[in-house]
C-alpha cells in the first residue's frame, strides 16, 4: 500500500456509480423573506436520535442554499410514490420562484412556517444546528423541532436508483420495491 494513493474520479463515473444506491426522495422547503424556496433533496438521512437531528446537503450553486442559510429554519417533506411530478418540480433549476407551489397542496409547519408537502408520508420541521463545507454542497445538520407522519394502511415511498423513480411499499403484506 502507498501512503499516497492519489489518482481522481471523474463526476460522471461518481454519478453513476452511487446511482446504485436507492433512497428516498424529499422536498427541502425555507422561507426567505416571506418567500418559500424548494428543492428537491434526496440527500437526507438522520444523525442522532438525542438529541434528534437530520442533515440534507445543498448545492452551494442554487438559490436554496442561501436562502436555507439565511433563515435557519427548513421542513423535509418525504414524498409518496403518487408525488413523483413534485418530486421532478422542485429537482429543475430556473423555476420561477413565485409559482413553483402553484397547484401543490402545503400547510405551514406549525413551528416555523415552512412549507410541508400535503399527502406526503412524513414530514419534519428543523432548526439549522451546523454546517459543514462539503465540496460544492454544505451540509446542514438540523435540530428537529416537529415532525409528523400521514396515516395511511398501504403506504409506499418515492424512490430514485440507477437515474429513475420507483416506489418502495411498507405494507407487510406488498412488500418490496417495484
Same mark, same amino acid.
Given at each position: 500500500m #502507498?501512503?499516497?494513493?492519489? /489518482?481522481?474520479?471523474?463526476? /460522471?463515473? $461518481?454519478?453513476?456509480?452511487?446511482?446504485?444506491f436507492g433512497s428516498g426522495i424529499t422536498i427541502?422547503? #425555507?422561507? %426567505? /423573506? /416571506?418567500?418559500?424556496?424548494?428543492?428537491?433533496?434526496?440527500? $437526507? #438521512?438522520? +444523525?442522532?436520535?438525542?438529541?434528534?437531528?437530520?442533515?440534507?446537503?445543498?448545492?452551494?450553486?442554487?438559490?436554496?442554499?442561501? &436562502?436555507?442559510?439565511?433563515?435557519?429554519?427548513? &421542513?423535509?417533506?418525504?414524498?409518496?410514490?403518487?408525488? %413523483?411530478?413534485?418530486?421532478?418540480? $422542485?429537482?429543475?433549476?430556473g423555476r420561477d420562484l413565485y409559482s413553483q407551489f402553484d397547484g401543490i397542496a402545503t400547510t405551514p409547519g406549525p413551528k416555523t412556517g415552512?412549507?410541508? +408537502?400535503?399527502?406526503?408520508?412524513s414530514w419534519l420541521e428543523c432548526r439549522t444546528w451546523a454546517t459543514y463545507e462539503g465540496g460544492d454542497h454544505t451540509i446542514v445538520v438540523g435540530e428537529v423541532l416537529s415532525l409528523g407522519a400521514e396515516e395511511t394502511d398501504d403506504p409506499a415511498a418515492l424512490m430514485y436508483y440507477a437515474g429513475r423513480y420507483g416506489e418502495l411499499r411498507g405494507n407487510e403484506g406488498n412488500s418490496g420495491a417495484r
Open positions: #502507498t501512503s499516497d494513493p492519489g /489518482g481522481s474520479v471523474s463526476p /460522471g463515473e $461518481f454519478r453513476r456509480v452511487l446511482g446504485r427541502m422547503s #425555507t422561507l %426567505q /423573506g /416571506g418567500i418559500a424556496h424548494a428543492m428537491t433533496a434526496n440527500a $437526507f #438521512t438522520s +444523525v442522532s436520535l438525542d438529541p434528534p437531528l437530520v442533515l440534507v446537503c445543498v448545492d452551494k450553486g442554487v438559490r436554496m442554499h442561501d &436562502a436555507v442559510l439565511d433563515c435557519g429554519y427548513w &421542513a423535509v417533506s418525504v414524498l409518496a410514490d403518487s408525488q %413523483q411530478p413534485i418530486a421532478e418540480r $422542485f429537482a429543475r433549476s415552512c412549507p410541508v +408537502v400535503g399527502a406526503a408520508l
